[in-house]
């Protein structure tokens, strides 16, 4: 980190923890914006392959309750 960045650190550590929490919301709201093409673009490319199989009938999509059914007996 730099010594700018650890002066703001410093400075936001004195912060309510509302402040401190409102802080960090905006500061990683202000990374959304930060988007990678490639990432992007693979997961187009999954959504894609991902609704090909639901069309295609090689998979088949299951409800909400019975997804948490399968995830709570697989963990017990």
Not at 6 to 26: G, H, P, Y
Request: proline fraction near 3%.
């Amino acid at each position: 980190m730099s010594n700018e960045t650890m002066e703001i650190l410093k400075k936001a550590l004195t912060l309510s923890v509302e402040e401190r929490a409102d802080l960090a919301n905006s500061l990683l709201e202000s990374l959304d914006d930060a988007t990678d093409p490639s990432v992007e673009a693979a997961w187009q490319a999954e959504i894609v392959r991902r609704m090909e199989e639901i069309d295609s009938g090689k998979v088949k999509p299951v409800s909400v309750a019975e997804a948490r059914r399968r995830l709570s007996s697989a963990l017990e």
